[in-house]
Structures are given as C-alpha cells and as structure tokens.
C-alpha cells in the first residue's frame, strides 16, 4: 500500500529532510512515525499525499509510482488520502457541517449523498450534535474530532495524522488515538506521526524511528 525504497529529500538551500529511506506498509497496517523534532515526520507523510515530491528514490501508493504521477493526476491520488494535521486547519468562517462536507463538494458529490455522509462522519467522531457550529465555539479536542470527519468523510484507504494529539491532554489524546484505532480495524491503512513515545508504546503497533532523516528502528507490534 504504501512503499518507499531508498528515498531521500533535499529541500533547496541543501537541507536534507529524509536521507535512503526504506519500508513498507501493508494494505491495512497501522503504524506510528516518531523521532525527535526535525526527524523528517512531516516530510515522509508529505511525500506520500505529494504535497512534495522526492529528491531521490521511489515512492509507491498503492501501485502507483508517485514519480510518474503528472500535477492532473494529483488530485486523484489525495482523495484517496486523509490527512489529519495538528492545527486543524478549519475554516473558522464555515460551520462544521461544511468545513466536513468541502472535500466532497470539490469531488462532485450529490447534494444527498453530501449530507448522508458528513452525518455519519459526525456520527463516527461524537459531534452530530455540533454540525451547525463553528469551529471558534469548540474545544481543541472538538476541533480535532471535526478534523478527523473530514478527513474520513471521503472514506479514503489511507488515512495519515500529523502530530494529531500535540495540542491535547492526555485523556483525549488516548481517545483520538483509539479513533484511529477503529478505523484501522475496518481496513484502513493507518500513519501516524507523534512525538508521544510514552502513548503510542500502549497501542501495541508498528513502530518506525526517524533520527537525522533516517530510518534507524522499525520496531513490530508484540505478538
């Protein structure tokens, strides 16, 4: 599902982010990304949505070499990508039924269809409730749920969080993270990207190491 074989990124200036790096993620798999600030998280998961592209080496979703992807097809390839950020990144000016419902309207989604699905997103998150508020009235954990629908609302196979529980307390963070959980259980691959070594140990997952740009531990979740 998701494969990177000797890959490495130089930003310009010489930076650089992520130095031969190597795995594979099966159809299905959850995993955690962690490594100290500056490690190449965030860079790896760009990578995979194409927000940007590798220096070196290749990179492979699904089948699809992201090399050979042209900037049509792009668009393609993230709707089949959710992508959960530790800023939310809401629009503040947008209620959370459409902050959920914007990727499908740009997909072209029916009207009905629209509204059957960001309800059940909702749903799945515990913010049915809250569909016509704005994300200024919510809590940080709110805001993060109202995140998460949006980013599951196009039922993609992929699903990659950012730092997701950076900005959470404990008890929610776990939460969010048995969120992913479900989700993984019903077949979506699962990336997580987190600093919170102590949390991600209780999730009995994958665990991949990034220090300096490199991949230096792949650890398998205990038997």
Not at 86 to 107: F, G, K, W
């Amino acid at each position: 599902m998701i494969r990177f074989s000797n890959v490495t990124k130089r930003y310009p200036g010489g930076q650089e982010a992520l130095s031969d790096v190597s795995l594979h993620l099966a159809p299905g798999e959850m995993a955690f990304l962690t490594g100290h600030s500056g490690a190449g998280k965030s860079t790896l998961l760009k990578l995979i949505a194409l927000l940007e592209r590798a220096t070196r080496g290749q990179v492979v979703i699904n089948g699809q070499n992201l090399a050979k992807l042209g900037r049509r097809r792009v668009p393609l390839l993230r709707r089949n990508i959710g992508i959960i950020f530790q800023d939310h990144r809401l629009l503040l000016d947008r209620t959370v039924y459409d902050n959920v419902a914007l990727p499908l309207i740009i997909a072209g989604f029916p009207a009905r269809e629209i509204g059957r699905r960001v309800r059940a997103a909702l749903d799945k998150v515990d913010l049915l409730g809250k569909e016509r508020a704005y994300p200024i009235t919510l809590s940080g954990g709110e805001q993060q749920r109202v995140g998460i629908a949006r980013a599951i609302v196009t039922k993609p196979p992929i699903l990659l969080a950012d730092e997701p529980t950076g900005n959470l307390d404990p008890d929610l963070s776990r939460e969010i993270m048995g969120l992913f959980d479900q989700f993984n259980q019903v077949g979506v691959t699962v990336l997580v990207a987190s600093h919170d070594l102590d949390l991600i140990r209780t999730m009995n997952k994958r665990i991949l190491v990034l220090r300096q740009g490199r991949l230096v531990d792949d650890t398998a979740a205990a038997a």
